[in-house]
């Protein structure tokens, strides 16, 4: 199915991040003991990852997570596993969340695309392109433009 641009029935970059990030947390059955510290594992690497900004460190890696969360590397991956997720494909997913917030905020319109990129942790403008791509279907020079255009429209409807 091609995709028009412009129409207002297709759902927008947020609409399809919050669609896409619902669609990676697959429930936990509690019965079992392994999936119940696996859990807690995983708690644990959110808490690490998105409220101590782990996620921003841009040379990021398995072991680096593994060592903060005091486990090894199978418990981590079977963590994600579970959730039907890599580990490369989490921390693009809480980095393109930071990058919505940035461009949501009008403090940072002045910034280019690459400091942008450095401020949520990805290795390069490209990196952070492909992985909006993949999540979003939209390049950052359209999302900020659709950003832009939100903040003017809700600017005129007050």
């Not at 510290?37 to 990852?49: C, P």
Request: with cysteine; aromatic share 8%.
């Amino acid at each position: 199915m091609e995709r028009i641009r412009g129409r207002k029935d297709e759902p927008g970059p947020f609409s399809r991040l919050k669609e896409w990030l619902k669609g990676l947390q697959k429930p936990v059955k509690p019965d079992s003991a392994g999936l119940k510290r696996e859990e807690a594992l995983f708690r644990k690497m959110e808490y690490l990852l998105a409220f101590e900004g782990l996620y921003k460190q841009k040379h990021l890696s398995m072991v680096m997570l593994t060592k903060e969360a005091g486990s090894n590397r199978s418990y981590v991956s079977s963590a994600l596993r579970h959730r039907g997720l890599s580990f490369s494909c989490y921390i693009g997913s809480l980095r393109v969340q930071r990058l919505m917030q940035i461009v949501s905020d009008e403090k940072y319109d002045s910034a280019d695309a690459s400091e942008v990129a450095e401020m949520c942790g990805f290795m390069s403008e490209r990196a952070m392109n492909y992985y909006l791509n993949s999540i979003l279907g939209i390049s950052f020079t359209v999302l900020r433009r659709r950003a832009m255009l939100l903040r003017e429209g809700e600017r005129r409807n007050q």
